[in-house]
Antibody, heavy 117, light 106 residues
Framework: EVQLVESGGGLIQPGGSLRLSCAAS????????MHWVRQAAGEGLEWVSR????????NYADSVKGRFTVSRDNTNNTLYLQMNSLRAEDTAVYYC??????????WGQGILVTVSS | AIQLTQSPSSLSASVGDRVTITCRAS??????LAWYQQKPGKAPKLLIY???SLESGVPSRFSGSKSGTDFTLTISSLQPEDFATYYC?????????FGPGTKVDI
């Protein structure tokens, strides 16, 4: 069974940094591209980032480009999202998701990030 | 970035109704469009990919179609469990983008 478990969220002050992790199990992690998607409370879904299977290629939403960095550790089956220069508008539930040809079939349960002073 | 607009933003329907949701892309995206269903407090669920391909395990009352840059999700006979918000997503160009969502009230 595919499992994706996010961790590392919490309350952080504006301008601060946070690193999210997504532990993957139940599939060969190193073979799949992965995504981060976020959702502010009461709002819609926002695609954030994706990384290819070996971590050599990444893409980002315009809203996070230059501030967020996606990476992965295929030895430990873990996806990361390093978030710097955090803003109030980055407050959201962050989901990691497994790619299948561009769509996302398997999702984690999500982790809340709150940016507030 | 490619913009996706959805209409309507919300709708109320009855069990058994035929429901149609439209997603329009700001430019051509070929057939690289997916539809997701999301219930409160849950992660999204993939329903349709490549504009009209039904994901395995999804009831056949869900269908998708494409006409130019307009995409349609149809629920042929609405069921109580279909109360949810529906999002389209394009994956033809980075950055990927989602539509704003359509909330379906039963």
């Amino acid at each position: 069974e595919v499992q994706l478990v996010e961790s590392g969220g919490g309350l952080i002050q504006p301008g601060g940094s946070l690193r999210l992790s997504c532990a993957a199990s139940g599939f060969t992690f190193s073979k799949y591209w992965m995504h981060w998607v976020r959702q502010a409370a009461g709002e819609g879904l926002e695609w954030v980032s994706r990384v290819n299977s070996d971590g050599s290629s990444t893409n980002y939403a315009d809203s996070v480009k230059g501030r967020f960095t996606v990476s992965r550790d295929n030895t430990n089956n873990t996806l990361y999202l390093q978030m710097n220069s955090l803003r109030a508008e980055d407050t959201a539930v962050y989901y990691c998701a497994r790619d299948r040809g561009g769509v996302t079939l398997h999702w984690g349960q999500g982790i809340l990030v709150t940016v507030s002073s | 970035a490619i913009q996706l607009t959805q209409s309507p933003s919300s709708l109320s329907a009855s069990v058994g109704d035929r429901v149609t949701i439209t997603c329009r892309a700001s430019q051509g995206i070929s057939g690289a469009l997916a539809w997701y269903q999301q219930k409160p407090g849950k992660a999204p669920k993939l329903l349709i990919y490549d504009a009209s391909s039904l994901e395995s395990g999804v009831p056949s009352r869900f269908s998708g179609s494409k006409s130019g840059t307009d995409f349609t999700l149809t629920i042929s006979s609405l069921q109580p469990e279909d109360f949810a918000t529906y999002y389209c997503q394009q994956y033809n160009n980075y950055p990927f983008t989602f539509g704003p969502g359509t909330k379906v009230d039963i």
